[in-house]
C-alpha cells in the first residue's frame, strides 16, 4: 500500500510504499536509511503523485527507541551548524547509522560536494546536503508556507521528533499514561477520537480524553 511520510526532522512529505500501515518505518537516504513517521493515507498525497514511490519497512523496536538518542545528538550538532551554511536551512534529518542529513534551499549550480567534505570534517561524522528547492516551502497539501524563519523551524521541528497531530492528538510514538497503563501510541482515529496503544504486549484503544501525555500544552 501507499502512504505518506515524513522523515525525522523533515518539512516534507514522500510516498513510500509498505505492506501495512505502520507508526513508524525505515526509508532509504543518501546516507542509508532513515526514521519516517506515517504522516496519512494516500488521501494526504493529494498533488504529490509524480514523487518518487520510496521503499519501505516497518521500524524495529530497538530502532524506535534509539531516536530519542539520534534526534538529541543532532540537536547538538545543529547548534555547531550555526553560521557554517550559506544556503537557507530547512530540515535536519539524522539518519539511524548516526549520520546528519541537511536540507538546504539551494539553486542547482551550487557545489554541496566540496562542503559536505568540510562539515564531515568539523562534525567528526558522515554528512549529506540536500538541495530541496520550493517543495520545502509548502504544506502537506501544496499550499505556499508561511513567511516563517525556516532554521528556527526546522530545529523544534527536529526536536519534536515526529509530525504534530492536529485536533489535540499526541504524536504517533509518543509516550503516553491511560487506565490501562503506560503505553506508545501506535494509531489515532479521528471519528470517533480515539488512540491505538501498545500497552506491554497488548493493544488497545482508548477515549482521547483519557490519555495523560507529557508534551507540552498537553
Known amino acids: 500500500m501507499r502512504i505518506a511520510v515524513r522523515r525525522v526532522g523533515s518539512a516534507r512529505l514522500e510516498i513510500a510504499t509498505v505492506a501495512d500501515a505502520v507508526p513508524w518505518v525505515a ?4 546516507l542509508g536509511e532513515e526514521a ?19 521503499p519501505a519497512r516497518p521500524l524495529g523496536a530497538d530502532e524506535t527507541a534509539r531516536l530519542a538518542v539520534l534526534i538529541a545528538d543532532a540537536s547538538v550538532l545543529a547548534g555547531q551548524l550555526a553560521g557554517l551554511l550559506p544556503w537557507r536551512l530547512v530540515g535536519l534529518r539524522p539518519t539511524l547509522a548516526g549520520g546528519l542529513v541537511i536540507e538546504v534551499i539551494a539553486s542547482p549550480v551550487d557545489e554541496l560536494s566540496e ?11 558522515p554528512i549529506a546536503l540536500v538541495s530541496v528547492g520550493e517543495r520545502a516551502l509548502t504544506g502537506s497539501t501544496g499550499r505556499p508556507a508561511l513567511p516563517i524563519d525556516l532554521e528556527e523551524v526546522a530545529v523544534r521541528r527536529l526536536l519534536a521528533g ?25 494509531s489515532v482515529r479521528t471519528r470517533d477520537r480515539t488512540v491505538l496503544l501498545r500497552v506491554g504486549d497488548e493493544t488497545v484503544r482508548v477515549p482521547l480524553a483519557e490519555l495523560v501525555t507529557d508534551e507540552p500544552g498537553s
Open 27 to 30: 526509508v532509504p537516504g543518501p
Open 162 to 186: 515526529a509530525p504534530a497531530r492536529p485536533g489535540g492528538f499526541p504524536r504517533i510514538g509518543s509516550p503516553v499514561r491511560s487506565p490501562h497503563g503506560s503505553g506508545v501510541v501506535w
Open 36 to 54: 519516517a513517521a506515517f504522516a496519512g493515507d494516500e488521501t494526504a498525497l493529494l498533488g504529490w503523485e509524480d514523487e518518487t514511490l520510496l
Open 115 to 125: 562542503r559536505e567534505a568540510e562539515l564531515a570534517r568539523l562534525l567528526s561524522r
